[in-house]
T-cell receptor, first 112, second 112 residues
Framework: QQKVQQSPESLTVSEGAMASLNCTFSDGTSNNFRWYRQHSAKGLEVLVSIFSDGEKEEGRFTAHLNRANLHVSLHIREPQPSDSAVYLCAVSDDTNAYKVIFGKGTHLHVLP | EAAVTQSPRNKVAVTGGKVTLSCNQTNNHNNMYWYRQDTGHGLRLIHYSYGAGSTEKGDIPDGYKASRPSQENFSLILELATPSQTSVYFC???????????FGPGTRLTVL
C-alpha cells in the first residue's frame, strides 16, 4: 500500500525567504500528486497539481516531481505570514483515483 | 461559485445518539468523499460515492454509514455515536480527468 511521508513536521521561515517542503512516497507507479494548504481548522485548498516528472509552477508555488527518487517537493517563493498553515501532500493514480493517500502535513510558520 | 458546503459546522452529541452530517456540492462532480482528520493520523477516508445511489467503504468505515440520495448531496451517519468518533470531518467532491478533490470547510464533532 502506498505510504506518504512529509518532512519536516514543522518549518519556520522569515517573510521573503524561500520555504521548501518535502514529500516521499513508496509506490513509483503513482501519477497524480497534489499539494494542499490548510489554514487552522479550515478546509483544504489545492495549490498545485503535477502529473509528470519535472516542475509545475502556480504563482508563488512550485512543485518538483522525481518519481525515480519517489520524491515530490513544494517550494514557496517569498512566503508571507498569511502562508502560515499546514501543507499536505496527496498521492493517487489514474487506475484508482478514489484512493488518495495524504501525508500528515508540514506546519509552516512564516515570521514577519 | 462552485462550492462544497457542510452542515452543521459544529456538533456536540451524546454517546449512543444518532448523528447525521450533511454535505452539498455545486461542482456537478460524480464523486464525493467523507474523511476524518485527527492529530497524528492525518486525513483518513471513511466512505465515498461514484454517483447518486452509490456508496463505497473507504479505509475506516466501521461505525459509519453513508447516503447519496442525489448528485449534490452526500451524508455521513453515525447510528450510535461513540467518544472515539470525536473528530473533524471533511467532505469533498471530485471529478474530471485528474480527479482533483475540492473540500468543504469541515464539521467539528464532539461526542460526550
Amino acid at each position: 500500500q502506498q505510504k506518504v511521508q512529509q518532512s519536516p513536521e514543522s518549518l519556520t521561515v522569515s517573510e521573503g525567504a524561500m520555504a521548501s517542503l518535502n514529500c516521499t512516497f513508496s509506490d513509483g507507479t503513482s501519477n497524480n500528486f497534489r499539494w494542499y494548504r490548510q489554514h487552522s481548522a479550515k478546509g483544504l485548498e489545492v495549490l498545485v497539481s503535477i502529473f509528470s516528472d519535472g516542475e509545475k509552477e502556480e504563482g508563488r508555488f512550485t512543485a518538483h516531481l522525481n518519481r525515480a527518487n519517489l520524491h515530490v517537493s513544494l517550494h514557496i517563493r517569498e512566503p508571507q505570514p498569511s502562508d502560515s498553515a499546514v501543507y499536505l501532500c496527496a498521492v493517487s493514480d489514474d487506475t484508482n483515483a478514489y484512493k488518495v493517500i495524504f501525508g500528515k502535513g508540514t506546519h509552516l510558520h512564516v515570521l514577519p | 461559485e462552485a462550492a462544497v458546503t457542510q452542515s452543521p459546522r459544529n456538533k456536540v452529541a451524546v454517546t449512543g445518539g444518532k448523528v447525521t452530517l450533511s454535505c452539498n456540492q455545486t461542482n456537478n462532480h460524480n464523486n464525493m468523499y467523507w474523511y476524518r482528520q485527527d492529530t497524528g493520523h492525518g486525513l483518513r477516508l471513511i466512505h465515498y460515492s461514484y454517483g447518486a445511489g452509490s456508496t463505497e467503504k473507504g479505509d475506516i468505515p466501521d461505525g459509519y454509514k453513508a447516503s447519496r440520495p442525489s448528485q449534490e448531496n452526500f451524508s455521513l451517519i453515525l447510528e450510535l455515536a461513540t467518544p472515539s468518533q470525536t473528530s473533524v470531518y471533511f467532505c469533498a467532491s471530485g471529478g474530471g480527468r485528474t480527479y482533483e478533490q475540492y473540500f468543504g470547510p469541515g464539521t467539528r464533532l464532539t461526542v460526550l
